[in-house]
């Protein structure tokens, strides 16, 4: 069974940084879109501390409700590899999944990236290198 032309799927790039669905969801307001950015790059590095300790404790539901902020944070960034790394850990730590740490590490790269993608800089305005340690 063929879909109708409306209800094919969207192939969507996993990109470090989406400009165009970030001011999508500020609705094209750039003073919104610095804020939200700025937030995720104070933001994600103590949500991945946090998700390193419940990972360390074992604790799946800690893992998995951290997972969900953080996912919720990188798409209102336009962060769509750390937003999708966010979903992996989500649903890993559902089963208990024995993944989530080199899931966690994905999600630790995906916001290096995230962090140094040249428009993220400019947005952000951390030219000078703003070191938020993620550990």
């Known amino acids: 069974m063929s879909l109708k032309p409306h209800m094919k799927r969207r192939r969507i790039e996993v990109t470090d940084f989406d400009e165009a669905d970030a001011l999508e969801r500020t609705a094209g307001d750039r003073t919104i879109l610095f804020e939200v950015v700025r937030f995720t790059l104070e933001d994600i590095p103590v949500i991945l501390k946090d998700i390193q300790k419940a990972l360390d ?77 993620i550990g």
């Open 57 to 133: 404790e074992e604790k799946w539901q800690d893992v998995g409700r951290l997972a969900h902020k953080a996912k919720g944070t990188a798409g209102a960034a336009g962060a769509r590899r750390l937003f999708q790394a966010s979903l992996n850990l989500e649903l890993a730590a559902v089963d208990e999944h024995e993944r989530c740490a080199d899931i966690r590490d994905s999600m630790v790269e995906a916001f290096q990236s995230f962090r140094s993608h040249p428009e993220v800089r400019r947005i952000s305005s951390l030219d000078a290198g703003g070191d938020a340690s």
